[in-house]
C-alpha cells in the first residue's frame, strides 16, 4: 500500500479518535459536574466555580478510564464509514489486503496508548490530586464519610504506645489526611487519648497535627494549633497503604514501587498500575483489531447491527476481564505483569486468529 493511501487511513483514524475522545471527556464533565454540584450543594463555602474547577480537573482521569472504549469505537467507526463510501470494496479490488488497511489504524490505536500513558497520564493524576485537596478543604468538618477502597486506617506502634490513625480523606498521594483522629492506647489496651485534627502531615519521625482537638481519658477537652505525634513510619509504606495509585505519575511509579518494597511492602497496586498503564497502548490495538473482526464485511445496505453488537460485547467483555483480572493483581493472588498483560495477549490472538481465518482462509 502506498504513502498516500496509508497517510489517508491513519488521518481517518485520528479525526474519528478525537470527535470520539472529546465528546467522551465533554460527557464526562457534565455528568460528574452535575453529580458533584449535588452532593456538595449544602454545604458551607460552595460555588458553582468550585465545582466546575474539580470536575474539570478530575475530567482527564475519568476520561482516561475510557480511553479501551474509544479505541473500540473510533475503530469500528473508521471502518464502517470506509465501507460505507466503498473506499474498503476499492483497495480490496486493487490488491490492498486487510492486513495492509489495519497497519494505520493499529499504528494511530498505539500512538493514541502512548500520547494517553505518557502525555494524559501525569496530567490527570495532577488533577485528581489537585482535584481531591479542594474537595477535602470544602468537606472539611462537614463529612465523616470514608470508603473502604481508601483503606484510611493504620496503626502504629511507637515507644510512647500503639496509635490507632483515620481520616476522612487521603490527600498528597497519602502523605496528608483531613479530619483526622489519632487514638493512643496505653500498655493495657485503653484509650487514653483521643487527637482530631483539621490536617495531618507525616514528617520524618512525626505526624504534624494542625488545628487539633484533644479529648484525654477524663473526657476534658482542649484545643491546640499544632501538635506533634511521634512515628517510625515511613513515607513509603503509608504511600503503599493510603494513596490510590491513580495519582501517582507513570514516571514516578517504578520509583515508588522499587523503594516501597525496599521497606518490605509489596506494593501490587503501584505494579498493577504500572503494568495496566504499559500495556494500555498495546490493549488498544487488540481494541482495533476486534472492531476489524466486525466492521469490515460489506453490506450494500449498511453494516449489519448484530455484527456491531457482537463488536461492542466483546469490547465491554475484555474490558470486564481486565478490571477482574487486575482485582487478582492488586490482592497479590496473581503476578501484577501477567494480570496485565493476559486480556491483552488473549483479546490479540482473538483479532489476528479471527483475521486470518476470514482473509486468508
Known amino acids: 500500500m502506498g504513502w498516500t493511501l496509508g497517510r489517508y487511513f491513519f488521518f481517518r483514524y485520528v479525526a474519528i479518535t478525537a470527535w470520539f475522545f472529546l465528546g467522551i471527556a465533554a460527557l464526562i464533565f457534565l455528568i460528574d459536574f452535575t453529580e458533584l454540584a449535588g452532593r456538595t450543594a449544602r454545604l458551607p463555602g460552595f460555588t458553582y466555580a468550585i465545582a466546575l474547577t474539580i470536575s474539570a480537573l478530575r475530567a482527564p482521569m475519568l476520561t482516561l478510564q475510557m480511553v479501551p472504549f474509544v479505541g473500540l469505537f473510533s475503530a469500528m467507526a473508521m471502518l464502517v464509514s470506509l465501507n460505507r463510501k466503498y473506499e474498503l470494496v476499492i483497495a480490496r479490488s486493487a490488491g490492498i489486503s486487510a492486513w495492509q488497511f489495519l497497519l494505520p489504524a493499529c499504528i494511530g490505536a498505539l500512538a493514541f496508548g502512548v500520547l494517553a500513558v505518557g502525555v494524559m ?53 497519602g502523605l496528608e489526611m483531613a479530619d483526622a483522629s489519632f487514638f493512643q492506647f496505653d500498655g493495657d489496651g485503653n484509650i487514653v ?17 494542625q488545628d487539633v482537638t484533644v479529648l484525654d481519658a477524663n473526657g476534658s477537652v ?5 501538635d506533634r505525634i511521634a512515628t517510625d513510619l515511613k513515607p513509603e509504606f503509608v504511600q503503599d497503604r493510603l494513596a490510590q495509585p ?13 523503594v516501597a518494597r525496599s521497606f518490605g ?44 453488537l457482537g463488536g ?36 490479540m490472538f482473538f483479532g489476528v486468529t479471527f483475521l486470518l481465518y476470514k482473509e486468508d482462509g
Open 265 to 308: 511492602a509489596k506494593a501490587n497496586a503501584f505494579a498493577m498500575q504500572f503494568d495496566s498503564l504499559l500495556a494500555l497502548p498495546f490493549l488498544l490495538v487488540a481494541m482495533t483489531l476486534i472492531a476489524a473482526t466486525v466492521s469490515m464485511r460489506f453490506a450494500r445496505m449498511g453494516q449489519s447491527g448484530t455484527m456491531i
Open 121 to 173: 497520564n501525569p496530567l490527570a493524576a495532577y488533577g485528581l490530586s489537585r482535584s481531591e485537596t479542594i474537595e477535602s478543604d470544602l468537606r472539611s468538618g462537614y463529612s465523616n464519610e470514608v470508603t473502604a477502597a481508601a483503606v484510611p486506617w493504620l496503626r502504629q506502634k511507637t515507644s510512647e504506645g500503639d496509635t490507632i490513625i483515620g481520616a476522612r480523606a487521603i490527600l498528597s498521594q
Open 246 to 258: 491513580e495519582t501517582i505519575p507513570f514516571y514516578d511509579l517504578p520509583g515508588k514501587i522499587a
Open 222 to 226: 482542649s484545643r491546640k494549633d499544632n
Open 312 to 347: 461492542i460485547v466483546a469490547g465491554f467483555l475484555l474490558y470486564v476481564v481486565s478490571v477482574l483480572v487486575k482485582a487478582f493483581g492488586v490482592a497479590g493472588l496473581v503476578p501484577p505483569v501477567v494480570a496485565a498483560w493476559f486480556p491483552v495477549v488473549v483479546a
Open 193 to 209: 487519648t483521643r487527637k482530631d485534627a483539621r490536617h495531618a502531615y507525616l514528617r520524618d519521625g512525626y505526624w504534624e497535627l
